[in-house]
């Protein structure tokens, strides 16, 4: 992605200033600005005014004297913005670093403090930018903890107790935590274990509480007559025919009665952790780097989002050493969802010496985007659809990319390819591209269109990833992606290799991928019936979706059987790993393998050493009828 | 405003492309456009297509061939926009008039059916704009009406029907209305008299209906500090304490039943409109315009918008002729806002030979905007704040504007001026505002700004205003108005001149102000104790505001007392003027005089025919101790 940024033409007072401004600055004689704390109480204002001068007065670097800032939004810039895998927001930030290159910020081992929704770094359309000795926390988390004080199997009630930390209010009997800037109520939900200070183990049997039922009077709705596609999760629909479920009284000051769950009640001295509505409760990233390439993350701390800890789009040469994702104050969460996430991302993406603790989703995620094909316009022009809310806008790439056509029910590999001229976002959902060559006269309505140059060479290397919610790692990476020397402790999937097609529309089948030298402890241990490292596609068919794996010299520590589901694969090599059982929580699924494999060839495994419980070890269809476990 | 058209410069493959985008043209050799109902099924893709074109293809003229046109969402141009006293929308539009000049758009008799969150007219920074002989109307309404069917005092509940054209659902006991693309609750509702086809006779006493109360279970909410001023009444804040007060059962198909209603319960045979709460109701006006100098509407109708019907802001030269706001189906309502609206509009507004029926507020509201000044930051720089939600972004003049600095205790007049350098609109709620000259050091942070230039010279004539909700004229300009020959009969004030500077922050004393030759019939008969033309400020104090009004040969055939209420005004002529009782309807309060007079001066009573029921018939302070009516 080139650093022309598009804002520069823009004059200050216009009627449509709101929506959109920059403040590009180029690379020369730059200066060096020194805050002090006496801009503490709200740095934004402050902050701002002299981002706002850069054009003019540019900046090659920005140092805090060793503080704790606070930043509010009141005068923050704003700007609605699209974020990936986020809401779409009214971005408020005190750094919007639009067409900035060549820019070092550092806190010197500051805090920063966040009030409300605020994006702390909005990183667009720049080249060269390192954050580096900064910690960023919120005053008040978007999401809300409490301790589970009584359970009433009887009764079918449980109680909890939420600190003066967590303030709450109760609207016809549903549970609302209050917030600045904000509110949200239970939503999603799931236990911590305090004493582990991780996902409690099977928490899948008490939670999500389940707070929507059915609603049992609905009329005439059957006149609505859409003429195109409706996303049933996007805001308007998902919530027609569904109700809250859940009563809630208040039983003493800060404990609350929760009736009508539908799980087993949660044991007494768990922490249920809850962040509101999935459409809702992601809007308050970290940091949000778009159409940026270079940026360096050294020594920075994320103690909390309302969202991702990173979340980076069609950007290249990201390095993150040293990004630590891992709660303050003795909460149990970190961010509220992923701790890093990459999008459309090329070049290098490295994640390496970083700490991925307490997020409320995966380590990290890396992937591209499935688009529609809704309409054939041109002998070389296409509509497509966003198929995901949380993708609209997302533009597929830059002119000149190879695009491939993609149709999943004959081949998770492009058919055919072309490379892309232009796009026009004509709707969140809806844009139309436009390639250099004329269409292939196989393109039909319903193909899907992927970009595949937008994936990284990925690197994941000593990192810490444990006390999540979620997978460790989502790799949806056809490009090189090596993993070694990390820990791994997550309730869902370690790493998880998939082809996530018809619901978050994730593009990327994997190929290239390494994973050696890790450590693998308890991972899957909420009570999903799934493997430490698993292959697998959303479309069910025996294609062949992944290629090139090595999984080598690992080790495997876990209370259950379940470590490895192979499928789609062509080319494994599983050697030299060591799997033994920790005993550490009772089997959930003591009928499992250690090792499935379906649909796949080439696989092979060497010199492994099985010390745990699973009889057989490996459970395979006929796709490989000589394959063995050595 | 000038037609420089601030999108020129962008190019069309951005990362940032749904924040802004335009199709300017200039005005020679354009082309004449005309479509068939070929496209009708959904004409916003070719429509769209074509607008996309006329930067490099311009266009003098857009035609339809007479028939019905659809207009769908889902490939519609979408943009973030801020609408004044509207809520903050993704703008879908098919017809995106950014930047537009010299263009001519004939539906030729045509009708266009939107379906969903829609902007029929987008037009921005545009000049000499013609649209006409179109009908503009919804598929669906973003309103719902309902007939009441029983009511029982002694359970306190009252039934409603809904025809197949209202589809709803009840969730947890609430009534929500499904449409296409949104949904709404009760919310803001009032009575329709069917057989008058008008806002139903003391509906004051019966509606509202009661949908929220304080809720009682609220804990540690103190803990919650902002640090700036918060908006009691913006989205997050204003539903802090309160939950829903009515249960909702549905006992037939169709007909529900509604219990806790704490007002009196409506009458059978009237009709309930409803449309949901204040905050998300005013999102698809039928016409925005802004920054445009030069519109023309002539024949157009508009039946239905989710919104109002014409919103015009900072635009000049506005003429609407034949522009009729009415019901379409059988419906009672027609917009679900005002007919029309204008903020910081200059130059002429023309309101004549209009029908502005059945919609939910008022027929017009001419005013600017108050902006409060929050800090002085340098000697010719301030940071201002937008007061009400529905002003966010609003941009209060365009360079070198001569600027008032206002202080309502003080006087409703500004204690001095400045001119206007620069805006920028760093959010939503805060600018900071640059002017040409250094503050004066009588400048107070509290003080507010308001543009002493954004006022038109306006002229209502020959309209027929009646059956809506709320008020006829809503005129807060001090430049030139004058309203002559028009029929008014609405269920509040006919002519409300305020100051409302306490909650919608709408600047503007009215002065040079002629109300001559038109016909006021039962306005006023919801309920409420006021006037049929009203002087009034929101700053209760005696200071002048209103100056050289002149209130001549009219004729009110009123069936209560209270005609006029005079305060702060300076210079009223009341002349000619014909006063008779109808007996449409019983007299609500017989206790009233015909006219009020309080801190005012130079009021004049002549030559007056009073053939009504007041005694006396004027009441009057002490402002005015010679005063007599005449």
Same mark, same amino acid.
């Given at each position: 992605m080139k650093n022309t940024s598009p804002y520069k033409n823009l004059i200050a007072l216009t009627l449509c200033l709101v929506g959109i401004m920059g403040f590009s600055q180029s690379a020369s004689l730059n200066e060096k600005v020194l805050f002090k704390?006496?801009?503490?109480?709200?740095a934004t204002p402050a902050l701002l005014a002299r981002i706002r001068q850069a054009k003019d007065h540019p900046i090659s670097q920005i140092k805090f004297e060793k503080g704790t800032y606070h930043f509010y939004p009141d005068k923050a810039f704003e700007r609605f913005t699209r974020i990936s895998n986020h809401d779409d927001v009214m971005a408020k930030t005190a750094?919007?670093?639009?067409?900035?290159?060549d820019l070092v910020i550092d806190g010197q081992g500051s805090t920063f403090i966040y009030h409300g929704r605020m994006i702390p770094f909005l990183i667009e359309?720049?080249?060269?930018i390192t954050v580096q000795n900064v910690t960023i926390d919120w005053a008040m988390p978007f999401h809300s903890e409490g301790t589970i004080v009584a359970n009433d199997e009887k009764n079918n009630t449980f109680d909890i107790h939420f600190s003066d930390e967590y303030p709450y209010e109760i609207r016809n009997e549903q549970l609302i935590f209050l917030k600045e800037y904000y509110e949200h109520d239970l939503g999603q939900s799931i236990l911590y274990d305090p004493i582990r200070n991780a996902?409690?183990?099977?928490?899948e049997a008490y939670t999500p509480i389940t707070t929507i039922r059915n609603s049992k009077t609905q009329r005439?709705?059957?006149?609505?007559?859409?003429?195109y596609k409706v996303d049933p999760r996007s805001k308007v629909e998902k919530v027609r025919g569904k109700e809250d479920n859940l009563r809630v009284k208040e039983i003493k000051p800060g404990t609350v009665r929760i009736y009508n769950h539908r799980k087993k009640l949660p044991p007494v001295g768990m922490i249920l952790v809850c962040k509101g509505d999935q459409s809702l409760n992601?809007?308050?990233?970290a940091f949000r780097i778009s159409g940026t390439d270079g940026f360096n993350a050294n020594n920075v701390t994320v103690n909390?989002?309302?969202?991702?800890g990173l979340i980076a789009e069609n950007s290249s040469d990201l390095i993150l050493d040293g990004f630590h994702v891992k709660p303050s104050h003795?909460?149990?969460?970190?961010?509220?969802?992923?701790a890093t996430h990459f999008v459309g991302c090329r070049g290098k993406v490295v994640l390496k010496n970083c700490t991925f603790n307490n997020?409320?989703?995966?380590a990290t995620n890396v992937h591209g985007t499935y688009q529609e094909v809704?309409?054939?316009?041109?002998e070389n022009s296409i509509g497509v659809r966003?198929?995901?809310?949380?993708?609209?806008?997302?533009?597929?790439?830059?002119?000149n990319d190879t695009i491939g056509l993609v149709r999943l029910s004959d081949?998770?590999?492009?058919y055919d390819h072309l490379t892309l001229k232009a796009i026009e976002n004509i709707n969140g959902r809806y844009q139309i591209v436009t390639f250099n060559e004329k269409l292939p006269a196989?393109?039909?309505?319903g193909d899907l269109i992927e970009?595949?140059?937008?994936y990284p060479d990925l690197l994941v290397q000593n990192c810490n990833i444990s006390?999540?919610?979620?997978?460790g790692l989502l790799i949806s990476n056809p490009k090189n992606t090596l993993i070694e020397n990390n820990f791994f402790s997550t309730?869902?999937?370690?790493?998880l290799v998939p082809v996530?097609?018809?619901?978050?529309f994730e593009s990327g089948n994997a190929a290239n991928l390494v994973i050696r030298n890790n450590t693998f402890q @308890? %991972?899957?241990?909420?009570?999903?019936?799934?493997?430490v490292i698993r292959f697998v596609t959303?479309? !069910? #068919? @025996? %294609?062949?979706?992944?290629?090139n794996i090595e999984i080598t010299n690992n080790t495997f520590n876990q209370f !259950? #059987?379940?470590i490895l589901e192979i499928s789609n694969v062509d080319g494994l090599l599983f050697e030299g790993n060591k799997i033994t059982n920790?005993?550490?929580?009772?089997?959930?699924?003591?009928?499992?393998?250690?090792i499935k494999v379906k649909a796949s060839k080439n696989i092979v495994f060497k010199k492994n050493g099985y010390k745990g419980?699973?009889?057989?070890?490996l459970e395979k269809d006929e796709?490989?009828?000589?394959l063995k476990f050595k």
């Open positions: 704390t006496d801009i503490a109480d709200d750094l919007p670093l639009l067409g900035f290159k359309g720049s080249e060269n996902i409690a183990f099977d928490t005439n709705f059957d006149k609505i007559k859409y003429k992601r809007l308050a990233p909390h989002a309302g969202g991702m003795g909460r149990m969460v970190s961010t509220s969802a992923d997020q409320l989703d995966d809704v309409d054939i316009l041109s966003m198929g995901h809310a949380q993708q609209q806008g997302f533009p597929i790439g830059t002119p081949s998770f590999f492009a196989t393109l039909k309505v970009n595949l140059e937008g006390r999540n919610r979620a997978r309730e869902m999937e370690a790493i996530e097609s018809s619901h978050w @308890d %991972n899957q241990h909420s009570g999903f019936n799934r493997g959303d479309d !069910d #068919n @025996d %294609n062949i979706a992944f290629k !259950d #059987n379940l920790s005993g550490t929580f009772p089997m959930l699924h003591p009928e499992n393998p250690a419980k699973a009889k057989p070890i796709s490989q009828p000589k």
